[in-house]
């Protein structure tokens, strides 16, 4: 494919009213974003159009054209361009979008900007497909003033990836992107094919709509005039000639969904002129590999055909005729009448269509041309998911380009350092991962584990830390370097479940003891690399582990035994307190009655009077004394 059917040469002395809002309370889709790419702010042109500054959705650098006086609006002005530095593919991503069909519309100009005099070679994807393909030397035109491309695309993710892939060593450039919300409907040939513009006419006007008038179109439609694709008028005769007309009144059934084909479409149309017989042909460039969708426009704007048969004709495409058309049988006068028709099998790199007559003259108000993209392999959204997270989780550099999808389009490389493959259910997965080094500093990313088809994995000599995640050991695993690194930590149990050959972690600093399963690598042909570990034991190499340590530190029979001896320590504290307790009881003072007390104390007293009495007399005695008690 080359740019050039791609796009609309712009006449930049034109008015340019970009994706005009609706005015209908009808329409429900009234989404759009505008962004001038390279522009340091935000801003609002001449025609009330918001335009964000593109510093939020990509990296690249930021430059403007050689003569910004010769482009009349800023937006044409300011360049967005992305040098090998920062890698062969990089991306806009543009978030939050509801999922449904949208329109992309792009600017592109090179105009010298960089002095080198070499107009890039790149391509353009949306959504994991080539849609866009420049290549160097551009034509002089294109590079001085520019080109608008256009095309319509289904968003399923809820995000718009527009890409630039660098060929050779040349910078992708762009200045500015415009995405609009249209009806789910609208043109739909599949749910997953892109239709790219490869010419979309009006005839008996002039170019018309966003870019060259302010005819409003609600999918920002621009339409040339039929005579840049007009080849000739041919017939009996010689003198015959194109006219154009023009409607006297409203033509009705325009304007709805899905694919609101403007008013104006229909208001004017050509016709032929001569003695009869005389046909309308157009030459459409094309790319011969695709497959293309043709959309016919039509109203009997000619009030004197006032009933049906008095102008048949057929259309021809590529020598085949199509169909026969009677406008008015269909619809009557001052009614839209369209359909559409695929080609298929191309040879050529030119698509004729010829209108020729059977009754009267044939008539024609517009013609659209689309190339059916087919939908690219994309990778599995849960590798998707994972590749992300190893981008952040790993801090890779820009200039490795990871962006977009890891391995779409098939047709360009995929990721720096990343090998991908196609399964049968038709999807792309990750097979490979070198990164082998590459400066790193982060750590690997528990999300690893949802590449499931993972084979080699190479992250040696960097500066990784952490421990090993959990998910690291899938099942198709052959290939383990993360040499070099600063792991720290166990080895995970994963990795002894994973057909690995070959494992080199050396130069790290793990810990714990290796399993069995993995020392056994060696034994059987393969090759494992654990020097440097000064944490690991259990190897051949490695020091032994102590009586009770595993891989994961205390073994099974450690705990068992930390476990037995925890119960007996409970138990002998249990036994000493019962001991304790026992004593306390049997050493107790039990408490008398109150009567008893009473008694005890009478009696006390007793005593210690008798007592006194017989000490008393012993005295007297000694004396040779007998005292005299008087009886009370």
């Known amino acids: 494919m080359t740019p050039f059917p791609f796009f ?36 609002t042109d001449i025609f009330n159009t918001a335009w964000v500054s593109d510093r939020y959705f990509t990296g690249g650098a930021i430059s403007v054209v050689s003569e910004p006086l010769h482009y009349q609006h800023s937006q044409e002005k300011t360049l967005r361009y992305f040098p090998i530095s920062s890698g062969k593919k990089n991306c806009y991503v543009i978030p939050n979008l509801s999922s449904g069909r949208y ?28 849609v866009f393909q420049w290549r160097s030397p551009w034509h002089e035109t294109i590079s001085r003033d520019g080109a608008y491309s256009d095309l319509f695309f289904t968003v399923s993710d809820n995000e718009a990836n527009v890409c630039f892939y660098s060929i050779a060593t040349d910078s992708p450039v762009i200045a500015s992107l415009e995405i609009t919300q249209i009806d789910p409907a609208s043109y739909l ?20 709509g966003p870019g060259f008038s302010n005819d409003t179109d609600r999918f920002g439609r621009s339409w040339q005039s039929d005579a840049d694709f007009r080849s000739k008028v041919a017939g009996k005769t010689t003198g015959a000639t194109v006219k154009a007309i023009s409607a006297i009144k409203n033509v009705i059934n325009v304007d709805r969904a899905p694919n609101y084909f403007p008013l104006k479409l229909y208001q004017s149309a050509v016709t032929v002129i001569g003695e009869g017989g005389e046909f309308l042909e157009y030459q459409l460039p094309v790319d011969a590999k695709l497959d293309y969708l043709l959309w016919f426009h039509f109203a009997e704007i000619d009030v004197s055909v006032n009933k049906a048969g008095k102008r048949v004709f057929e259309i021809v495409v590529n020598g085949e005729n199509v169909s026969r058309v009677d406008i008015y049988k269909e619809v009557g006068s001052f009614a ?45 959204p849960a590798q998707v998911v994972a590749m992300k997270a190893l ?39 990750i097979s490979q991962i070198d990164l082998g080094s590459q400066g790193l500093k982060g750590y690997i990313s528990d999300q690893i584990g949802l590449l499931s088809n993972l084979v080699s994995l190479n992250l040696s000599s960097n500066s990784l830390g952490g421990s090993l995640p959990w998910g690291l050991g899938q099942k198709s695993l052959v290939k383990l370097d993360l040499s070099n690194n600063k792991f720290t930590g166990p080895l995970p149990d994963s990795l002894a479940s994973s057909p690995l050959q070959i494992v080199f972690l050396n130069g790290n600093a793990l810990e714990g003891q290796v399993p069995e399963e993995l020392l056994s690598i060696g034994v059987h042909g393969g090759a494992i690399d654990l020097f440097g570990n000064k944490g690991l034991c259990g190897g051949p190499t490695l020091p032994d582990c102590p009586l009770f340590w595993s891989k994961n530190g205390l073994s099974t029979a450690g705990k068992v035994a930390i476990g037995l001896s925890c119960v007996v320590f409970i138990c002998v504290v249990l036994l000493v307190a019962y001991i304790c307790y026992k004593r306390r009881q049997n050493d107790y003072d039990f408490g008398l009655p109150h009567e008893m007390t009473s008694l005890a104390a009478k009696r006390n007293r007793y005593q210690r009077q008798k007592s006194l009495m017989t000490l008393e007399m012993e005295s007297q005695h000694a004396k040779g004394f007998i005292p005299t008690y008087n009886a009370t």
């Not at 790419?37 to 801003?43: A, D, V, W, Y």
């Not at 592109?108 to 994991?128: C, Q, R």
Request: hydrophobic share 35%.
């Open 8 to 43: 609309f040469i712009i006449v930049f002395f034109c008015l340019f009213p970009f994706l005009p809002s609706s005015s209908s309370l009808h329409y429900p889709y009234n989404y759009s974003l505008h962004i001038d790419c390279g522009s340091l702010s935000n801003s």
């Open 103 to 130: 329109q992309l519309r792009t600017f592109t100009v090179y105009d010298n900007y960089d002095g080198k005099s070499h107009s890039p070679s790149f391509d353009v994807s949306v959504e994991g497909n080539v």
């Open 336 to 380: 839209a009448y369209d359909f559409k028709y695929v080609v298929k099998n191309l040879s050529s790199a030119e698509l004729s269509v010829r209108f020729v007559p059977i009754v009267g003259a044939p008539v024609i108000c517009g013609l659209e041309n689309y190339a059916i993209i087919p939908a690219d392999l994309k990778t599995l």
């Open 391 to 429: 981008k952040e989780s790993l801090k890779v550099p820009d200039r490795m380009g990871w962006n977009g999808d890891p391995c779409a389009p098939t047709t360009w490389d995929a990721w720096e350092g990343v090998t991908c493959r196609s399964t049968t259910n038709g999807s792309l997965v």
């Open 189 to 208: 040939v599949n749910d997953t094919s892109i239709l790219v513009n490869y010419g979309r006419f009006s005839s008996g006007s002039d170019q018309w």
